[in-house]
């Protein structure tokens, strides 16, 4: 049943003067309401601080704007980005953009890959929705007497993230209740002690590997106290004349950016003088504050950097920087300076009034009334996706390694100090912490248990040390991965899900790793060889230069650069190991595949890895904190020769057909080229200089989507320049392809080796065995 009503101007003024401009009246199932003309000026959002998008979403809401129709629905949906990486990006500064952000709850669902969707070029859009709370009637209005407008405002996305709703309010005018206070305010210390006391009390998963337990760095700086306050160099082993330091000492760890050169630096001309005495006005701010920070919390010892590794000493920075991940991971805590892009920008600062104000922000405004946007304080995890996430610090490619192996991290950030362990994340609105969200999948006894079995367990109540319920460990995110990276234990004991699920989890590490930036590219390896060492102590699994050597070496080869860079000038690993390249990696079979769904059914293989080497100086090398100047491996499986065209880059062409642009199929589906790197200077990738270049395509495997669906994945090789050493050729790797199918060309389900290479042959594929260097 429709409401009845009558559209009079006159009346419609009379109306909306002599009710309070808040009221609102629900009509007819809910469904409609009420709703008066209000902030029909034209200089709305002049008091206010906020986007293009947001602007033109509240000048479309009639609930926010009222109606001269008086009618309005109770719920009203306005397109604001195509993406949340968008709203990140574009409406930093954004009142509004800002706090919707700031209410993040949760992640995706499991299940959900975004990063499955941008390979496709599927954007998640991101709506605004506007809504009531309740019904209210006239009378409640009038009688009553309500003073604030009873709605609702949230973000919507197709990616599953989860927002909390923020409340709406008009007024006469708002108190800014905002304090300004630096965050280095001796607060900050109170709740850095609560947040540490805690976690070494009551966090079993926060303390030291076993192995690491009594580890110490080679050099600390002692910093003294705050009535003997000193700054020198200490050598913590035990040597001739010098007495060393206890295995228990307990010390502090810095992260942060150089953002350039630091003046005050360890060198073998100042070694001496570093032993005696160090002066603290000549270090920059994020070291001043960080010793600050240590002996406030009682601590006499802390780990810098610059300071602790001999700089101009090559031998030196190579042996050190092989442990500075067991540096971070037996730290007492990490202090980050998550928010200073150098040295100079220090770990504190002083916040702006406004900005401390967590609970109004200002949207729009006319001459008699003001709109304001109020919410809670901001969400633990909002606080981490919106401070930590895009800080210059976290987009350091270091950083990356020194947050995920620390055990307790205190982030400073522009207007709030943040808390991690391995257990919980912590504000200073939320002190107490949240823990972290869980995964849909279970490891228990070190293996992979199924989805189903999984609940059964979770139903039954049997408990364990990585119970889905345990609830005290990270089990989504890359805390989760590495957790699970561990929990698996040997690879030469894992079953085949459980090998699916090791690659998948080392490069959902490696694609978060990958975007991080370096100054040198060739320390990709050293700066993530801590993670990897740990996985290694775990597994016992050969690391070659990124990959690792397990039954699951060729699917590993599959990765592909989310958005190819210019090619690397310097060596920093093999072709064929995602090191050798820039940017975001993400290992292509794998995308958006539910791994735990996976079985030996859904997969057939085409190419076999028949040896993979690297080396170091002449010598093999297999340890994850070796470096590595060559390598190479042996590969055999069908393969056949292709070109790539200008007019169409992204698919490879049969180069058998001379004069004519004829796509390489296999059936009826084109092979799609994804280069490794982008450099039009370069002849291994497609660009517009002719002669088109020739390519070797490898078949290497096929991973079944759907019952009707099935993906086919290879690698794009080409011929290396200068004889071939013996009488197998030399190839270097360019990039991969993909060839989607609707149809079980490859007969899976009960296809084997011989069979897909028999399809292969028809298709005049030929098996080649090739050593890619």
């Known amino acids: 049943m429709l409401p009845l009503y009558i559209r009079l101007p006159a009346l419609t003024r009379r109306f909306a003067t002599q009710v309070t401009p808040s009221a609102v009246y629900i009509c007819t199932l809910g469904t409609l309401a009420v709703r008066a003309p209000r902030f029909r000026n034209r200089d709305l959002f002049k008091h206010g601080n906020l986007c293009r998008r947001c602007q033109q979403a509240i000048g479309a809401s009639c609930i926010l704007r009222g109606s001269r129709t008086l009618v309005v629905r109770t719920t009203e949906r306005h397109f604001m980005y195509d993406s949340l990486d968008e709203m990140q990006t574009l409406g930093v500064g954004c009142h509004l953009c800002e706090a919707l952000l700031g209410q993040r709850t949760e992640d995706a669902a499991p299940g959900t890959s975004a990063a499955a969707a941008s390979w496709h070029g599927n954007r998640e859009r991101v709506y605004l929705k506007v809504e009531f709370t309740q019904a209210h009637s006239i009378v409640d209005h009038l009688i009553v007497g309500y003073k604030t407008t009873p709605l609702l405002l949230s973000l919507e996305t197709g990616s599953g993230a989860m927002f909390d709703k923020l409340q709406l309010s008009e007024s006469s005018h708002m108190d800014l ?143 050190e920087s092989a442990m500075m991940g067991k540096v971070f991971a037996s730290a007492y805590c990490v202090v980050a300076a998550t928010a200073s892009a150098n040295s100079a920008g220090g770990c504190f600062r002083t916040r702006d009034p406004k900005s401390t104000d967590a609970n109004s922000r200002l949207l729009m405004s006319s001459s008699q009334l003001r709109c304001y946007v109020t919410s809670s304080n901001p969400s633990v995890r909002s606080l981490f996706h919106t401070r930590v996430n895009p800080a210059p610090l976290t987009k350091r490619a270091w950083a990356f390694q020194e947050r995920l192996l620390s055990r307790r991290m205190v982030h400073f950030c522009e207007d709030a100090v943040l808390f991690e362990c391995n257990t919980i994340q912590a504000s200073e609105f939320n002190r107490a912490g949240i823990r972290y969200e869980k995964e849909h999948y279970t490891v228990r006894y070190g293996k992979v248990v199924p989805w189903i079995e999984s609940k059964l367990l979770q139903l039954s109540g049997i408990g364990g040390d990585h119970e889905l319920d345990d609830g005290t460990r990270a089990r989504r995110g890359i805390r989760g991965a590495l957790d699970v990276l561990q929990a698996l234990g040997r690879t030469t004991e894992h079953t085949f899900t459980e090998q699916i699920e090791f690659c998948k989890r080392w490069f959902d590490i490696v694609s978060a790793y990958s975007e991080g930036a370096l100054t040198r590219p060739t320390d990709k390896l050293v700066a993530l060889a801590g993670v990897a060492e740990l996985v290694q102590d775990q597994t016992g699994a050969p690391y070659l230069a990124g990959l690792w050597e397990t039954e699951t070496l060729a699917l590993q080869l599959l990765w592909a650069v989310r958005v190819p860079l210019q090619k690397q000038p310097l060596y920093c690993a093999p072709s064929w190991a995602w090191p050798s390249v820039s940017g975001r990696i993400e290992l292509l079979p794998l995308i958006g595949v539910d791994t735990s769904a996976i079985d030996q059914k859904s997969i057939a293989a085409g190419a076999e890895v028949e040896e993979a080497h690297v080396f170091y100086e002449g010598k093999p090398v297999s340890v994850a904190r070796s470096l590595v100047d060559d390598g190479n491996l042996l590969i055999s499986g069908p393969a056949i020769t292709v070109s790539a065209s200008k007019d169409n880059p992204s698919v490879l062409y049969d180069s058998r057909v001379f004069g004519r642009n004829m796509p390489m199929k296999i059936g009826r589906t084109s092979l799609h080229f994804l280069p490794d790197y982008n450099d039009p200077e370069d002849g291994s990738v497609a660009h517009k200089r002719q002669p088109q270049p020739q390519f070797l395509a490898m078949y290497v495997v096929t991973i079944r989507r759907s019952k009707h669906v099935h993906v086919d994945h290879g690698l794009v090789l080409q011929r290396r320049a200068g004889p071939s050493s013996g009488a197998i050729p030399s190839y270097q790797r360019v990039g991969v392809w993909y060839a989607i199918s609707t149809t079980a060309t490859l007969g899976l389900g009960s296809a084997t080796r011989r069979i897909v290479r028999r399809g292969l042959t028809i298709l005049r594929w030929r098996e080649q065995i090739v050593r890619v260097y």
């Open 177 to 319: 209740r905002g304090t300004s206070l630096s965050t280095g305010h001796f607060t900050t210390i109170f709740n850095m002690e609560d947040w540490i006391k805690a976690c070494s009390k009551q966090h079993k998963n926060c303390c030291p590997p076993n192995q690491d337990a009594d580890f110490l760095p080679s050099r600390l700086l002692y910093v003294g106290d705050l009535i003997r306050p000193c700054l020198r160099l200490v050598e913590t082993a035990r040597r001739p004349g010098t007495a060393g330091l206890p295995s228990q000492t307990e010390y502090i760890a810095l992260s942060h950016c150089w953002g350039g050169a630091i003046a005050c630096r360890l060198l073998t001309t100042n070694y001496a003088s570093y032993i005696n005495d160090i002066d603290k006005r000549a270090l920059p701010a994020n070291f001043q504050d960080a010793i600050s920070l240590t002996r406030n919390l009682g601590l006499v010892f802390i780990w810098i950097d610059s300071l602790c590794i001999i700089q101009d000493s090559p031998s030196d920075w190579v042996r």
